[in-house]
């Protein structure tokens, strides 16, 4: 079960793992897999079309998806979305780490009222700040710029990260970080050179999470970017698609699965440093 | 408010003076961006509640009106109850799936991290409009769904087009997409030191015993995160629905998301001021939860780096 | 430390990237050049032409240059309201019959009117220049036109041995005819047409066949709930004995349209959904034939622009920006860059200069035949009316899943559309 030791029937028990997570990988990896072979049918067969295999695959949507759109080619939009998600990245770590130290580590008048503010800060639904924010950023002349998208992951603006950062930092042991104090460390370096490396798992959870979520968003960019050079991959998506004329459902899939494969590699290189943060020592029971 | 109380316990060693100057620099970023960001817009939105506001001319005081017709509008009950059913049955059912997965994925295992990627790929794509394609797709009548559940004598018809059951299409969305949770209960789960279970097989501790003993407490601060972040997410989600049913809660309303009904008041209907009203409303609600779980988790979660209570 | 340093040297890229950044915006324009942002809706095919035509106006007017910015129709509006709200609008911007209202009502659209050194006004296809007449004023100049017609599939008919619709059939003919396509189920699920009482614009229609409105021209219900619940009531029949696509389908199949998922063997529609629907179902065949008026004289149709262009009434260069509009409406060459994927033109320059596919000449004929019955256009719609049409289909849909009786239906429609229009105003 949850144990990584090693048991004796360590055989048998492969095999049974190895079979339920293929079970399992089968159920959720279905869907998946149908917008891969929707990305290979005719462009006009997509919608409505209930069979998974093609009946004559075709590579043509992938072509019209690397086109690109307008004067703008798709590498384009790759790139800016390679840039804000690794803005965003940089951004939330290093303001969410540390407002979560001085939250979750440090003591100091009005620390209840700071927790509540920050948990206070999800509560309530984007769309409704959305026209209030845009106004604060076109008086400032920055629409059009990647700055009101990013800068509000340098600002900690995300309170989910804080939020796990904290309840991270709070399982980290304190007789740790007591020791580096009692031993003449100053918060700053009992926050860089002990409990960093410690929330680690936290740390990458958080990229991988930031980087995902920025890759995928749309609402930010839609409202706040002019210029269709600057447009990210979510914007130049939704271009294949037309209530009015012929929309190229084609090219939109192809382009989705496209989008994919730097978010799963990402995924794929980041998860390995998800392994034990402080299972070295039995510090505490 | 009882969040406040329960984060904010402050536990130094006796003697050791309070930290006020250094954490306000720790926090000087946040601070700025809650001022600027986060508070003023929360309270524009806070004020516009009380107005007529449509985007275009300037708002007009109107007191409570806006709230007053909330009551009287049936398509804001519809999407209350339909938002109500969603999150108990989104949020428990997600974290469960996540939970499970998380355990199996922390293993040792050959070709683990493809595992990993591989159940966490659905939540690679967001809920964009070519998952909205797929779902329709195996949810319409002949469908995969409609098939399977045929050949088990059940038949529903295709759940898309079926308003007693599209919501549930919704949720198994919510469920497939079971990744951010998951990634998380591993990080806590990777945290929890191995020598506790080797101690406890010692003791001759079953699985279960184990898991009850060892694993829920000492990932409780990750699965009261996920708790409560997911039940938050649960009330404001949007993008599934929207994408879904096409902006419009179809059919017939049964996938109306308390948020996109927000939405096309705020966006169709130009009526920002009632928006706001729902909002708030939205917020005092799932405010009152928030603390509600922040007091339970008083007694029910250990933090480690805190003294027990 | 190491740290320090990295924190340190971030903070200043940033400073250094916010200054650089604002510092672009602050010095735009001070070579004597003009900058015009224009601002559409429309997919990948749209932003290439449109590109090309902005390239040739560039050419065309050294010290102007365009800076397009395109988005999906509904990220579009979303976007365009809240730059409103901000009080700035791109200088031209792609303009829909059901807002321009909306905006001109809010003094947020130029008169174009004060631009007529800058725009020919003269090759506008009857009774489709004043559609952008808002109170006197010029808010928008029509780029392309539609109107209604009834979609059908003659391979389908053929199949079922029905006569297809032809000009001078009444809504007595339709009705049977629907009864009789659906009974012959020349294939599963398909049916003789859709439940048309789902649109609003297609009330519009019937009520202006006989003299009537939808809204009057001060923007309130020209009709009484009595005559809605007429409208309602006249495809119950053909819902209870599903003789039309029944309610599930019709979310099933969208985003397209019945006619083109094999579900429907008519549709009335705009007319310029020719492609679209032989876009998304290759496999049938598409003909237009007039749509039903049980007064073979009084069609009900006009000319609706199907887009406009305005510009935006805080423009710091009106000049320039009417420039753009007059060379997207009446320039022959831009015309046969342009296409007709924005609809069939609404200028007879850009008409005869447009190359028509063999669909596009199919629509264009239509709308030939049809031209003696084309009437004057209504007033464009009040500001509200977008709510208006959605709250009109979504009532219906609870009524056709049968969630809501006639009556209860009628009642809804008025308490939340009126609403609709009352908080817009």
Known sequence: MATRSSGP?????????????????????????????????????????????????????????????????????????????????????????????????????????????????????????????????????????YIPLLIGKFLAADAFFVFLFVQFLRGIPRELDQAA???????????????????????????IFTFIWTWNDFLGPLIYLNSPDQYPLPLALKLYIDQQEFSDYGAMIAMSVLSLVPVGLFFLAFQRFLVGGIATSGIKG | MAAARTAGRPRRTRGSKGDGPVAYLFMTPWLIGMAGL????????????????????????VGLDNYRQMLADDQFRQASKVTGVYVLLATPLKLGAALAVAMMLVQRRRGIGLYRSAFYAPSLIGASVGVAIVWR???????????????????????????????????????????????????????????????AEVDGAGPWRRFRRITVPMISPVIFFNLLLETIHAFQVFASAYVISTGDGRPAGSTLLYTLHLYRRAFTDFRMGYASAMAWTLLVVVGLITVLMFRVSRTRVHYAGEDDR | MTARRTIRSTAAALAALALTVTGLVACGDDSGETTIRFSWWGNADRAAVTQQAIDLFESRNPGITVEPDFSEFADYWQKMSTQAAGGGL???LQMDYSYLRQYADRGLLLDLGTQSAQIATDAFRPGLLDTGVVDGKRAGIPMSANTLGMFYRPDVFEQAGVEPPKAGWTWDDYHRLIGEVSRAEVAEGMTGGGDYTSQYHFMELWLRQSGGSFYTPDGAFAFGPEVLKQWWTRTEQLRA?????????????????????????TEISWDNFMARYIGEGPDGEYALAPVPSDDPAVSGQYLKPSMLLSVFSGTEEAEAAAKLVNFLVNDAEAAKILGVGRGIPATTTALSAVTLSETDQKVVEYEESIAALISPPPPPPPAGAGSVEQTFRTIHEALSFGEITVDEAVERFFAEAQQALDAAK
């Open chain 2, 137 to 199: 797709a195996l949810f319409s009548d002949g469908g995969v769904q409609d098939s399977a559940l045929g050949a088990v004598g059940l038949d529903t018809g295709g759940w898309i087009g079926n308003p007693d059951y599209s919501l549930l299409m919704l949720v198994l969305l919510a469920i497939w997409q079971f990744g951010a949770p998951m990634v998380i209960f591993m990080a806590g789960l990777m945290q929890v030191p191995t020598e506790l279970y080797e101690a």
């Open chain 1, 181 to 207: 104090r009692i031993d003449g460390a100053g918060h700053w370096r009992t926050f860089w050179n002990v409990l960093l490396p410690l929330m680690r798992p936290a740390l990458i959870t958080g990229s």
């Open chain 3, 90 to 92: 791109p200088d031209v």
């Open chain 3, 241 to 265: 004995e599903k003789l039309v696509v029944s309610p599930e389908t019709a979310t099933q199949i969208d985003p397209k349209g019945a006619i083109s998922s094999n579900v429907a063997a």
């Open chain 1, 9 to 145: 029937r360590r055989g048998l028990g492969a095999v049974a793992w190895h079979l339920s997570m293929l079970a399992g990988l089968a159920l959720v990896l279905y869907p998946l897999l149908w917008l891969v072979a929707s990305s290979l049918k005719p462009s006009g067969e997509i919608v409505g079309d209930l069979e998974l295999i093609p009946e004559s695959p075709t590579a043509a949507n992938y072509g019209s998806a690397m086109e690109g759109i307008g004067r703008v080619p798709a590498w384009t939009f790759f790139l800016n979305s390679l840039v804000l998600s690794s803005g965003a990245v940089v951004g939330m770590l290093l303001s969410c780490t540390i407002t979560a130290y001085a939250l979750g580590r440090m003591r100091f008048r009005g620390r209840g009222v700071m927790f509540a503010a920050m948990i206070a800060t999800l509560l309530l639904p984007f769309h409704v700040m959305l026209i209030p924010q845009y106004i604060v950023f076109q008086r400032l002349d920055l629409v059009d710029t």
């Open chain 2, 38 to 61: 986060t508070l003023g817009p929360m309270l524009a939105s806070l004020y516009l509640s009380f107005t007529d506001y449509n985007l275009f001319t300037a708002p007009e005081w």
